[in-house]
């Protein structure tokens, strides 16, 4: 049993000072401290403490003054392993997870083998099983090999555990096919996760988006209308058909409006926001850090992202962990790979850019990256520091600035365009499940 002591904790959107109970299976207690009263939590802590330290099984734990918060939650990661090791691996990619703040992962299913049949998904499940520090959750394929032909064996995947859906990395193209793939997701209560990209609006070598920095640069775009089109035909289809449906990395303004069109409908659909997205625009685009799919749009798209997070029509922000080696990134904007590394930055630079600017509160920023994530995709009894809940807990330093640097990411992927950034928010330690999985030296 360990007591965490001596932290500031969210309340109604308030920081108040308080403490928090807990031990390897849940929180057992969260108290917030008032120095004029002794609440009931506060005395079956101190009964609790007498009992266990007689015995040895109590550890006090000093908080310092640091932000205490549930473990962050990002629905979207690429591990690539297996088949892609030298870009990242399951514990290199769930360590920079547990440095970033993050104790719950859904890893994508774009690594190889494929996890697209019962023998492969087992196999994929026994490694995360066996490399991860953090809870990882593995997608399972729509389609056969991503290749948008057919349909793999929902129910026996389901049946076997899995009900997350995505061929991410590629969008299904056939309707037929997405069409199936819904009908058997709302009956077997499964959940599609679809990045939607319409081909026909992919010209050869495009590489970033399709607007005032493509022109300046010359160089071949990626259109709004690549995004949205297919959205659009998986929005209706999901109304339809009553599947669940989540949407990937919005990055358009047509997007948003989309989302909330159908949302207004009551339809059981969702989507996500990454990090960069919020941040950044076509115009920040410099090399091949900066190069990302979806693309970083124009600052009108930015607008309203940030928006549709303000309003509730984006409920989650995932961040699309996308390693990549030096090589392949030393290739240029035409032929480097898309993807950046997220993992470790994604708090501090939300938390800088966004809360302490006052475009949004940190409890918002708290709920689109845990709670939200939580309850849209039912992970239960994760998202939220209160009591009965997964000892998922993340201390914070909101307070001491600190520069991002790439050399001491736990990613291998060193490939982001915040390197050198000044920030808030220092993840300090992060508990897994009750246990100590990071603390920064």
Not at 348 to 364: A, D, E, H, Q, R
Not at 388 to 396: K, P, R
């Amino acid at each position: 049993m360990k007591l965490i002591t001596n932290v500031k904790i969210i309340k109604e959107d308030r920081l108040v000072d308080g403490e928090i109970l807990f031990d390897e299976n849940e929180i057992l207690e969260v108290v917030e401290i008032d120095e004029k009263r002794e609440t009931s939590s506060r005395k079956i802590i101190n009964r609790m403490k007498d009992e266990r330290k007689s015995k040895g099984e109590f550890v006090e734990i000093d908080g310092g003054g640091l932000f205490a918060t549930a473990g962050l939650i990002d629905v979207h990661v690429h591990l690539r392993e297996p088949g892609f090791e030298y870009k990242e691996d399951i514990a290199s990619g769930t360590l920079a997870a547990a440095a970033g703040g993050f104790t719950t992962i859904m890893a994508m299913p774009n690594v190889n083998p494929f996890p697209d049949n019962i023998e492969t998904v087992t196999r994929y499940g026994a490694l995360i099983d066996e490399n991860s520090v953090v809870n990882t959750i593995p997608y399972v394929c729509i389609t056969k090999t991503e290749s948008g032909k057919e349909l793999v064996d929902m129910e026996a995947m389901v049946k076997a555990g899995y009900r997350y859906f995505s061929d991410d990395g590629v969008g299904v193209q056939d309707d037929g096919i997405m069409q199936k793939a819904m009908m058997e997701a709302k009956r077997l209560g499964a959940i599609i996760v679809a990045h939607t990209e319409e081909n026909s609006y992919r010209k050869p070598y495009s590489c970033i988006n399709e607007g005032v920095k493509s022109r300046e640069l010359n160089l071949v775009g990626i259109p709004n209308e690549c995004e949205y089109v297919q959205l659009a035909r998986d929005l209706k289809m999901a109304c339809r058909t009553g599947a669940q449906y989540h949407c990937c990395h919005m990055s358009t303004k047509e997007s948003v409006g989309l989302i909330r069109k159908y949302k207004e409908k009551g339809c059981n659909v969702s989507g996500e926001v990454t990090a960069h997205h919020l941040i950044l625009t076509e115009m920040d685009v410099k090399d091949s850090n900066y190069k990302m799919n979806p693309p970083l749009r124009s600052i009108e798209d930015r607008e309203t992202l940030i928006q549709g997070i303000i309003d509730g029509t984006i409920e989650i922000i995932a961040n699309d962990h996308a390693p990549h080696s030096q090589k392949e990134k030393d290739r240029g904007l035409v032929f480097a790979p898309f993807g950046i590394v997220s993992l470790e930055t994604a708090f501090p630079m939300l938390y800088t850019k966004l809360v302490k600017n006052n475009v949004i509160s940190l409890g918002k920023l708290l709920r689109l990256m845990s709670e939200n994530p939580a309850e849209k995709f039912g992970l239960k009894k994760r998202g939220k520091i209160e009591k009965g809940y997964h000892s998922d807990i993340v201390l914070i330093d909101l307070k001491k600035e600190f520069k991002i640097d790439k050399d001491r990411f736990f990613s291998k992927g060193k490939n982001t365009p915040f390197h050198g950034e000044k920030c808030f928010g220092k993840i300090k330690k992060t508990f897994v499940n009750g246990k100590l999985v990071f603390e920064e030296e």
